[in-house]
């Protein structure tokens, strides 16, 4: 409802200070800001109670007729049916337009007087109208004015002040009548009035503070779900701006450590056989790959969050996984003091191998950069029909009042130094949402003291959705002889990658503008085997490029790879649904050229 009359415009008819009058004080900001919907209550209420007022009338007049009163009793009716028409015209135009509901205090006022007219009215009848000497006929009018009193009260709730009005114009004329005339019967009925008149005005000031109440706990409520949602989106706005950030941070970080990565492998090539040299090299891989470690984090919570991660289903045996994550940890592990046993398992479980793989990549990490020497086993059992591989360690455990914590973005137990070889705090998080994603149920259990254990169940048979994400090609037979095409705008990118194919023995042609390749003399006799192109190019991007390239040799199929150093969640999404292979920079040497083994074969 509109609420002009109470703003100050101009264009009120009444202005507050009449509301005041009828004990109504706008001037409390509380009161102001209720005051039209208890104005609209009123009239809303008010509907029903028209129609019974002129049975009512209707049924009281005819009593009285009855008595010998009747042209009295049909004057008197016909001005309380008028009152009734009155009040429901009011009330049609109340919510049909716009005057009343615009000017709360208008609305009020004249509600008042036609509750006002139609209380006189039945004090009227009462004093003047009602029979003196039919003892039936008054019963049935006090009995007839009592029900229309208690209605009254219950629909005038919103205004205490027009509820007293309405009981005093109403009853206190029979009441005196009654008093006055001195009989035993009719003092009796007055005492009787008089008992259901304080009754009545008890009621109707307890029904009014309990509504006044309730409406101030409903604007409380709407000041409360609007300040909820300024902090929620605040909360994501600054949720977007902190996923701006690491994502622009991390493209930027990931340009060099891509080079950095492909220099370390050409590097690595060509001082075979040299041993003094040899663990330099190998100490700066593992600077790097800690540092790809980092990154790839960010990496996995933006995937998350641009929702293009699907689970890829297929029938594999646990031991498979256990032993791969055997291979990749036995190092750190030893390196940490830690025992990493695996416990050989032949159950097999229906669910996606790399999704699971990377869950419980995540926690045994966890376990050895937090739990250094300790004993860490990884193991599975049968559970139902399903089964529930285990990661349990007798490391320092974690106090309950982190154990909900430790699942959240960026919070780690412990390292307030921020010690980049414990990682960034994002391992557990991203463990529960890929478990949520998998509709794993997940278990998780620690004492200070005597370690942690984390249980996942994985039912036999689980259907999910078909992934539109190939697996990593692992095969790693030769690629000498290739001819790659690599369009990248950085220059220490691009030199870093061609250097590297160049050691694997491929041929290369280098730009950082496919127009330059596309343009060149020869090259209607130079198919590329395979396009590498960057993602993020001057004025266009790596899909166009291999789209153009593709276009221009009539082969909608010719091999491309995309490498991107992007991360945020709508850059995933647009590489998605490009249907062209991704890999994230720093890229994987090992990775890049399994996958350039796998397109050379495929051509085979």
Same mark, same amino acid.
């Given at each position: 409802?509109?609420?002009?009359?109470?703003?100050?415009?101009?264009?009120?008819?009444?202005?507050?200070?009449?509301?005041?009058?009828?004990?109504?004080?706008?001037?409390?900001?509380?009161?102001?800001?209720?005051?039209?919907?208890?104005?609209?209550?009123?009239?809303?209420?008010?509907?029903? +109670?028209?129609?019974?007022?002129?049975?009512?009338?209707?049924?009281?007049?005819?009593?009285?007729?009855?008595?010998?009163?009747?042209?009295?009793? @049909?004057?008197?009716?016909?001005?309380?049916?008028?009152?009734?028409?009155?009040?429901?015209?009011?009330?049609?135009?109340?919510?049909?337009?716009?005057?009343?509901?615009?000017?709360?205090?208008?609305?009020?006022?004249?509600?008042?007087?036609?509750?006002?007219?139609?209380?006189?009215?039945?004090?009227?009848?009462?004093?003047?109208?009602?029979?003196?000497?039919?003892?039936?006929?008054?019963?049935?009018?006090?009995?007839?004015?009592?029900?229309?009193?208690?209605?009254?009260?219950?629909?005038?709730?919103? @205004?205490?002040?027009?509820?007293?009005?309405?009981?005093?114009?109403?009853?206190?004329?029979?009441?005196?009548?009654?008093?006055?005339?001195?009989?035993?019967?009719?003092?009796?009925?007055?005492?009787?009035?008089?008992?259901?008149?304080?009754?009545?005005?008890?009621?109707?000031?307890?029904?009014?503070?309990?509504?006044?109440?309730?409406?101030?706990?409903?604007?409380?409520?709407?000041?409360?779900?609007?300040?909820?949602?300024?902090?929620?989106?605040?909360?994501?706005?600054?949720?977007?701006?902190?996923?701006?950030?690491?994502?622009?941070?991390?493209?930027?970080?990931?340009?060099?450590?891509?080079?950095?990565?492909?220099?370390?492998?050409?590097?690595?090539?060509?001082?075979?056989?040299?041993?003094?040299?040899?663990?330099?090299?190998?100490?700066?891989?593992?600077?790097?790959?800690?540092?790809?470690?980092?990154?790839?984090?960010?990496?996995?919570?933006?995937?998350?969050?641009?929702?293009?991660?699907?689970?890829?289903?297929?029938?594999?045996?646990?031991?498979?996984?256990?032993?791969?994550?055997?291979?990749? @940890?036995?190092?750190?592990?030893?390196?940490?003091?830690?025992?990493?046993?695996?416990?050989?398992?032949?159950?097999?479980?229906?669910?996606?191998?790399?999704?699971?793989?990377?869950?419980?990549?995540?926690?045994?990490?966890?376990?050895?950069?937090?739990?250094? +020497?300790?004993?860490?086993?990884?193991?599975?059992?049968?559970?139902?029909?399903?089964?529930?591989?285990?990661?349990?360690?007798?490391?320092?455990?974690?106090?309950?009042?982190?154990?909900?914590?430790?699942?959240?973005?960026? @919070?780690?137990?412990?390292?307030?130094?921020?010690?980049?070889?414990?990682?960034?705090?994002?391992?557990?998080?991203?463990?529960?949402?890929?478990?949520?994603?998998?509709?794993?149920?997940?278990?998780?259990?620690?004492?200070?003291?005597?370690?942690?254990?984390?249980?996942?169940?994985?039912?036999?048979?689980?259907?999910?959705?078909?992934?539109?994400?190939?697996?990593?090609?692992?095969?790693?037979?030769?690629?000498?002889?290739?001819?790659?095409?690599?369009?990248?705008?950085?220059?220490?990118?691009?030199?870093?990658?061609?250097?590297?194919?160049?050691?694997?023995?491929?041929?290369?042609?280098?730009?950082?503008?496919?127009?330059?390749?596309?343009?060149?003399?020869?090259?209607?006799?130079?198919?590329?085997?395979?396009?590498?192109?960057?993602?993020?190019?001057?004025?266009?991007?790596?899909?166009?490029?291999?789209?153009?390239?593709?276009?221009?040799?009539?082969?909608?199929?010719?091999?491309?790879?995309?490498?991107?150093?992007?991360?945020?969640?709508?850059?995933?999404?647009?590489?998605?649904?490009?249907?062209?292979?991704?890999?994230?920079?720093?890229?994987?040497?090992?990775?890049?050229?399994?996958?350039?083994?796998?397109?050379?074969?495929?051509?085979?």
């Amino acid at each position: 409802m509109a609420n002009g009359a109470l703003e100050g415009d101009g264009n009120a008819v009444f202005s507050p200070l009449l509301a005041r009058l009828f004990g109504v004080d706008l001037a409390d900001g509380s009161a102001r800001r209720i005051f039209p919907n208890r104005v609209d209550l009123l009239y809303r209420q008010a509907r029903t +109670g028209v129609l019974v007022h002129i049975v009512v009338v209707a049924f009281v007049t005819y009593s009285m007729g009855l008595a010998g009163s009747n042209w009295m009793a @049909f004057a008197w009716g016909a001005a309380m049916m008028a009152l009734g028409l009155l009040r429901g015209g009011l009330i049609e135009i109340y919510h049909r337009g716009e005057m009343l509901q615009s000017d709360p205090v208008l609305g009020m006022v004249a509600f008042y007087i036609v509750i006002g007219l139609t209380g006189i009215c039945w004090g009227m009848g009462g004093a003047f109208v009602l029979p003196s000497d039919a003892l039936p006929q008054q019963v049935f009018f006090i009995l007839m004015l009592g029900g229309t009193a208690a209605g009254t009260v219950a629909t005038l709730a919103p @205004f205490y002040s027009a509820q007293i009005m309405a009981l005093v114009t109403s009853l206190v004329p029979l009441i005196l009548r009654l008093a006055l005339e001195g009989g035993g019967e009719e003092a009796l009925m007055a005492g009787a009035l008089v008992m259901f008149f304080l009754a009545m005005l008890a009621t109707g000031g307890n029904t009014h503070r309990a509504l006044m109440n309730s409406l101030r706990l409903g604007v409380e409520n709407v000041d409360l779900l609007a300040s909820l949602r300024r902090q929620s989106a605040e909360l994501e706005a600054t949720s977007r701006a902190k996923t701006r950030f690491l994502a622009a941070a991390s493209h930027d970080l990931r340009q060099p450590l891509h080079a950095l990565r492909l220099q370390a492998e050409s590097l690595a090539i060509r001082l075979v056989g040299d041993e003094r040299c040899r663990p330099i090299v190998e100490r700066i891989g593992q600077s790097v790959g800690a540092m790809e470690r980092l990154l790839n984090s960010l990496l996995d919570i933006s995937r998350l969050d641009a929702g293009i991660i699907e689970p890829h289903v297929a029938p594999f045996r646990i031991d498979s996984v256990f032993q791969s994550l055997k291979d990749e @940890f036995a190092m750190q592990a030893r390196e940490a003091g830690c025992d990493l046993r695996f416990v050989a398992c032949s159950l097999e479980v229906e669910t996606d191998v790399t999704l699971l793989e990377a869950i419980l990549r995540n926690i045994v990490a966890n376990a050895i950069r937090h739990a250094p +020497g300790a004993r860490i086993i990884v193991g599975c059992r049968r559970k139902g029909d399903g089964v529930t591989v285990q990661v349990i360690d007798n490391g320092p455990g974690i106090e309950a009042e982190f154990r909900e914590r430790i699942f959240e973005e960026f @919070f780690q137990v412990g390292n307030l130094e921020r010690n980049r070889d414990r990682g960034l705090g994002l391992g557990l998080s991203i463990v529960r949402r890929l478990a949520g994603l998998l509709e794993i149920p997940m278990t998780f259990t620690s004492a200070p003291g005597k370690g942690t254990a984390f249980g996942f169940t994985i039912p036999r048979r689980y259907t999910f959705f078909e992934s539109n994400q190939p697996r990593s090609p692992r095969s790693l037979a030769g690629v000498a002889g290739s001819f790659v095409w690599i369009i990248d705008d950085d220059q220490e990118g691009r030199h870093a990658l061609s250097t590297l194919m160049e050691d694997w023995g491929c041929e290369v042609a280098a730009s950082a503008d496919v127009s330059e390749l596309l343009s060149a003399d020869d090259t209607p006799f130079a198919k590329p085997d395979v396009i590498v192109a960057d993602y993020r190019l001057q004025g266009i991007d790596g899909a166009e490029v291999i789209r153009r390239v593709r276009s221009r040799f009539g082969d909608n199929e010719l091999p491309a790879v995309i490498v991107t150093g992007d991360t945020a969640p709508e850059k995933l999404r647009e590489l998605a649904a490009t249907g062209v292979q991704v890999l994230h920079k720093p890229v994987q040497p090992g990775r890049l050229r399994a996958l350039l083994a796998a397109f050379s074969s495929r051509e085979r």
